[in-house]
Every structure is written in structure tokens, then in C-alpha cells.
């Protein structure tokens, strides 16, 4: 027993040391977001630090972060909200309305989760490109709705199957509406598979890149990612700024990851084995 | 009766309305108008166009540097799926065991899946660029000694390592989704026999971990064969255009050199490729499934 012991002991400070190796980049841009570019470029691996936050002083001006993180937090939060209220809307009338139309759309869209987003990229833009629908934050959210249903609609629609029906004819047969039954009844049910649809749509919108560079192209619309590419476009070398920059990009992700870690693992292994 | 389907297509319009018109208008017009512009030799700033029919293919086809950036994906997916699965794998199976702190430890490797390629790439840049070097340089390791970015080599096993950096924690978390599955009174069967670690490994817990890797090798591939952002920020095609991926080809060919058509065409055989390797993958790894 005690030579097993002390065999976990030695395994868990290998695995702690090569966690920490892991992370190396991490750590090292943390370290060096704190020094001068000088003192970066002549030793990037010393621990002298002196808690200088000029460079996120440059940083902030320079990505106007919180015209960015405000267009980021925009755009995560009303996306999913679509997302979740539509997609669920739709889940329920798939899951029980056994119609000839509603199981071919929802064969349709299972299906269309295969299909990988470049595909569609160059049609997408040149079709709402020629009606003027580009540049705005409405365009972006309407595209996200409609990339983001497929997988929120099968989510939901292997859950409502799994409910009881007859929690709903109860409610029919008082008298209550499809509306009402889905709204009080349904709605607050999904609340266990909701973790898994908001964990993965808040990661894929916060950092999603190709889309947003796509359709917004209006400074002031800039989401963080488009920030970032941006600020690296212009402070090529300056690297103090730029090692501030990407640390206050990964922050607030970060900070949520602290509170929410067991979440987002469950959902993510949930997602990834649908 | 009218009245009841009147009803019916109420119902239909106000759960479904939304979400079908939106997915149909960003997903299946968008698609089937691809194929359509993949016939045409559509320009974005004349607008006019004319069918240029299988034109578009042919160029494809015929174009040595697109061919060699295919080449370059297949090659860049391939090892980015051993190396990440390999690493998942095992990373898994040591952080299996209910151990003392290894609730940190999984959540510390999955760190770098909460952000995106953009931003990790700009990371891994600073790092390859500056640190390493410095690095190589100062306990003369020649293999560092100047950037990985800066030698068209080495600047493609900067993209593979980032890669699968990336991927491994998250391909972790569904291995060990996995290996809960594994009965334990057949591993301690096992150990009654006298089975040692690695004989377990290769006869109970590869066997059964079937679906797991097929699960894995999949998500792996796909999101190699997609790669955009990461390709951008750690190496933007260079040096000299030699670390081009397919989907950073396609972007391009679309949007800086304006050839729609063609780069439309590149995107649908660069579906079809990737479709046709996870199909066949999943199929020959179906047949490996065994029960416990």
C-alpha cells in the first residue's frame, strides 16, 4: 500500500511538471506583458518583473478594448439568446409533431452539421453582399442563428424526447395552449441540457474569427479577436503591448473558466460525443 | 377540418418558423448557390458573370500550388491527429484514476481550447520568434537557434505542435469520458492473471476504447482540415507562401484576389476530401468495435 503511494506521489509531480510546461507560453507572455519591450527582446526568459502596466495602458488605447469587449459581449450574449429561444422553439415542434415535413427538416438540419463553414463562406458573402446586408451587427447575429440551430435544435430535440408527455396533455386538457405549455411547461425543463448548448456557443462566438472578419467591417464594430488581428497588424514588433494586448484578451474567458470549469468540461464531452 | 390544419400550420410557422427560415437562408441557399458559382466565373465587384461550366474545376486541378497546399493539409491533419490523439491518449489514462489533484490537472490541459486559434497563434509567434531563439542561442541548441517561423521546414511543425498543443485537453476530456465506461473488475481480472500495465493497456483498454478514438480521430481531423485562424496569426502563409493551408488558400483565392468561382471550387473538393477520409475512417474503425 505505502509503495503505491509514494509511486501516485512521484507520478503526480511529473504530470505537475509537465503541466507547468504546458502552460509555458502562458506564463511567459504573463510575465513579459509586465516588462519593456528592451527588456523582452534582450532576455525573454527572466523573472524580474516590476508591475509596470504601461503596456496595458498602450493596449487598451490602442485595441480600443472597451469598444471591443463590448461589441464581443454584444454580440456573445444576444447570439445565444437567439440561438437557445429559437432553436428550442423548433426542437419542440420536431420532437411532438409528428409530421411528414418536420421529420425531413429535422433530418436536414442533423445532417447539415457535417458541412463544413467554408463552404458556405464565399456564397454567404456574395449573397448578402449584393442585398447589402453586410456590416452590422444584425447580419453577423442572423448568420450565427443559422450556423448555431442545427446543433442546438438536435440538442434539444434528444432531450424533449426524453420528457414525459404527459405532463403536457395534463396541461392541454386544462385548457392550456401549445404556447403556454411550451413556454411554462417545456422551456423550463431544458435547463440541464442548456449548460452544454451555452458552454460551446459561448466559446464559439467569443473567439470566433473568420465570420466576424467577414461581414463587420467598421471599426467600431470590431469584435476582440478582430481587435487583436488588427492591433498585431500594426504593433508588429512592439512586443511589451502586444504580450498585453493577447492577456487581456484571454482574461475574461479565463475568469469565467475559474467559476464554471466543471460545466464547461461536461459540456464540451457532451458535445463532442454527439 | 380546415379549421384543425389552419392550425397545424400556425403551430408550424410560429415553433419552426424562425429557426428553419434563417437556417435555410444561411445555410442550404448559401450551399446550393456554391455549386452554382462554382460553375459561373463570378466577380465581386462587376457583379456580371457568365457559366464557365467546369472551367473552374479544371484550373483547380491544374494549379501545381493548390495541389501542393492540398498536399500540405493532408500531410499537416495526419500527423496533427497521431501526435494529439497519442498525447490525449495517455494523458487520459494517467489522469483517469480518482488521484489527488487530478480535477487541476484536467482542467489545467484543457486550458488552451477556451481560446481561440487567433490568439494562441499570435502566442506560439511571440514564442517561436523571440523565446526560442534566445533560447537556442544562449545554451547552444542549433535547433533553435534561429525561428521555426522564418525556415519554410520547421514553420510547418510549428503549426503540427500548435495544433495539437491545442487539441490534446480537449481530446483528453473525451478519452477519459471513455475509460468510465471500462468494467473495472475486468482490469482487476487482469491484474489477478498478472497482467502488467502495459499488457492492459494494449489488451483491454485499446480494444475497448474503439469508439473513443474513433470519436476523437474525427473531431481531430475535421478541426485540422479547417484550420484557419491559427494559420493566420502563427505563420500568415509564410515564409513565401510556403504554410498555406487549404482554408487559408480558399480565403485567398475568394477575398483578395477576387476569383470567387475558383476559390468556391477549391472549398467543395476540399469537403469532399475531408468527408471522404472521416467516412472511410469511421467505417474501418466501426469494424475494430468489440463489447466488454
Known amino acids: 500500500m505505502k509503495k503505491k503511494n509514494s509511486g501516485t506521489i512521484v507520478k503526480n509531480l511529473l504530470l505537475s511538471v509537465l503541466l507547468v510546461a504546458f502552460l509555458f507560453p502562458f506564463i511567459e507572455v504573463i510575465i513579459n506583458s509586465f516588462r519593456t519591450t528592451q527588456q523582452f527582446i534582450s532576455n525573454p526568459v527572466s523573472f524580474r518583473i516590476q508591475l509596470s502596466l504601461k503596456n496595458y495602458v498602450t493596449a487598451y488605447k490602442s485595441m480600443n478594448f472597451p469598444t471591443a469587449f463590448f461589441n464581443s459581449a454584444v454580440i456573445t450574449i444576444t447570439g445565444i439568446c437567439l440561438i437557445i429561444l429559437f432553436s428550442s422553439m423548433a426542437a419542440y415542434l420536431f420532437a411532438r409533431f409528428k409530421w411528414r415535413i418536420n421529420s425531413v427538416l429535422f433530418f436536414i438540419m442533423t445532417a447539415s452539421m457535417t458541412i463544413p463553414f467554408q463552404v458556405v463562406m464565399i456564397p454567404l458573402v456574395t449573397i448578402y453582399g449584393s442585398i447589402g446586408f453586410l456590416n452590422s451587427r444584425q447580419a453577423l447575429l442572423f448568420m450565427y442563428l443559422g450556423f448555431g440551430a442545427p446543433f442546438a435544435v438536435f440538442t434539444f430535440h434528444g432531450f424533449i424526447k426524453g420528457i414525459p408527455i404527459a405532463l403536457e396533455e395534463a396541461a392541454s386538457i386544462d385548457g392550456a395552449s401549445k404556447i403556454r405549455i411550451f413556454f411554462q411547461i417545456v422551456l423550463p425543463l431544458l435547463t440541464p441540457v442548456l449548460a452544454t448548448v451555452i458552454v460551446l456557443d459561448v466559446l464559439w462566438l467569443w473567439n470566433d474569427y473568420l465570420l466576424p472578419s467577414l461581414i463587420l467591417q467598421s471599426a467600431n464594430l470590431r469584435t476582440l479577436p478582430l481587435s487583436t488581428y488588427n492591433f498585431f497588424s500594426s504593433y508588429s514588433v512592439d512586443y511589451g503591448p502586444l504580450m498585453a494586448g493577447l492577456i487581456m484578451t484571454l482574461l475574461p474567458v479565463l475568469f469565467l473558466y475559474l467559476f464554471l470549469q466543471k460545466y464547461i468540461i461536461e459540456g464540451i464531452a457532451a458535445g463532442a460525443v454527439k | ?292
Open chain 2, 1 to 292: 377540418m380546415v379549421k384543425q390544419k389552419q392550425k397545424n400550420i400556425g403551430t408550424f410557422l410560429f415553433f419552426g418558423g424562425p429557426a428553419v427560415f434563417v437556417f435555410f437562408a444561411v445555410v442550404l441557399v448559401p450551399l446550393a448557390f456554391g455549386f452554382y458559382l462554382t460553375l459561373t466565373n463570378w466577380n465581386m465587384s462587376s457583379g456580371q458573370h457568365r457559366f464557365v461550366w467546369l472551367k473552374n474545376y479544371k484550373q483547380v486541378f491544374s494549379d501545381a500550388s493548390y495541389l501542393s497546399q492540398l498536399w500540405f493539409t493532408l500531410k499537416y491533419a495526419f500527423f496533427s491527429v497521431i501526435f494529439s490523439n497519442a498525447g490525449a491518449f495517455f494523458l487520459g489514462l494517467s489522469l483517469n484514476r480518482g488521484m489527488k489533484g487530478q480535477s487541476v490537472l484536467r482542467t489545467g490541459f484543457f486550458t488552451p481550447n477556451l481560446i481561440g486559434g487567433l490568439v494562441l497563434g499570435y502566442l506560439w509567434q511571440i514564442l517561436f520568434s523571440q523565446v526560442l531563439p534566445y533560447i537556442g542561442r544562449k545554451y547552444g541548441l542549433p535547433l533553435f537557434a534561429t525561428s521555426w517561423l522564418s525556415d519554410t521546414g520547421r514553420a510547418f511543425w510549428a503549426l503540427v505542435i500548435v495544433n495539437s498543443w491545442q487539441l490534446i485537453g480537449y481530446l483528453m476530456i473525451v478519452y477519459i469520458a471513455g475509460f468510465v465506461n471500462i468494467p473495472s473488475d475486468l482490469l482487476e481480472a487482469a491484474e489477478i492473471d498478472g497482467a502488467g500495465g502495459i499488457k492492459k493497456i494494449t489488451s483491454i483498454i485499446l480494444p475497448l476504447s474503439v469508439s473513443s478514438i474513433t470519436i476523437c480521430v474525427f473531431l481531430a481531423l475535421s478541426r485540422s482540415f479547417l484550420t484557419y485562424d491559427l494559420n493566420l496569426a502563427l505563420t500568415n502563409g509564410g515564409p513565401y507562401g510556403s504554410t498555406e493551408l487549404a482554408s487559408f488558400h480558399i480565403v485567398q483565392k475568394a477575398f483578395l484576389s477576387n476569383q470567387y468561382g475558383v476559390g468556391q471550387a477549391e472549398a467543395v473538393i476540399l469537403f469532399i476530401v475531408v468527408a471522404a477520409i472521416a467516412l472511410t475512417q469511421s467505417f474501418l474503425m466501426k469494424k475494430m468495435e468489440v463489447e466488454a
